[in-house]
């Protein structure tokens, strides 16, 4: 067995967002990256934030992920629905869906750091069609610090 004991904040090092519209972001990407594009509970969380308009938000979700787990040339860590704290790959895709619309560039580099390949263009659009659908539905994403 090994002597080498983790810190959590090595794994963790983010803080889970303090907004309520970042954190249904949070917790359905965890849910889909944890169980599958089809998780009831991700679903269920979209349909009580959106009510009757919760299809679009659900499948632009779901078309990220798919995308992303698709091109990506790495794991991409992801930390249990109930933590308090993100890991570096959860932050950056956030962050990245939150400025997609606004900054692509910047999202772009975030979304390449954290997929591991040099061309994410069809990840970047996913993301700014979410953000945009958060944004259409009442519930804008806000802009990474």
Do not use: W, Y
């Amino acid at each position: 067995m090994s002597d080498h004991i983790v810190d959590p904040i090595d794994i963790l090092p983010h803080p889970a967002p303090a907004d309520d519209h970042s954190r249904l972001l949070l917790f359905t990407m965890r849910r889909v990256a944890a169980h599958g594009l089809d998780d009831a509970h991700a679903a269920h969380a979209m349909l009580c934030s959106f009510g009757m308009s919760f299809r679009r938000p659900l499948v632009l979700l779901r078309a990220l992920m798919a995308e992303a787990s698709r091109v990506s040339s790495r794991r991409i860590l992801v930390a249990p629905c109930c933590c308090p704290r993100m890991t570096t790959s959860e932050a950056n895709l956030l962050s990245a869906v939150a400025a997609a619309r606004h900054d692509p560039h910047g999202a772009h580099r975030l979304l390449t750091e954290v997929l591991g390949i040099a061309d994410c263009l069809g990840t970047l659009s996913s993301a700014q069609a979410l953000a945009q659908a958060f944004e259409d539905l009442a519930k804008p994403l806000p802009s990474p610090a």
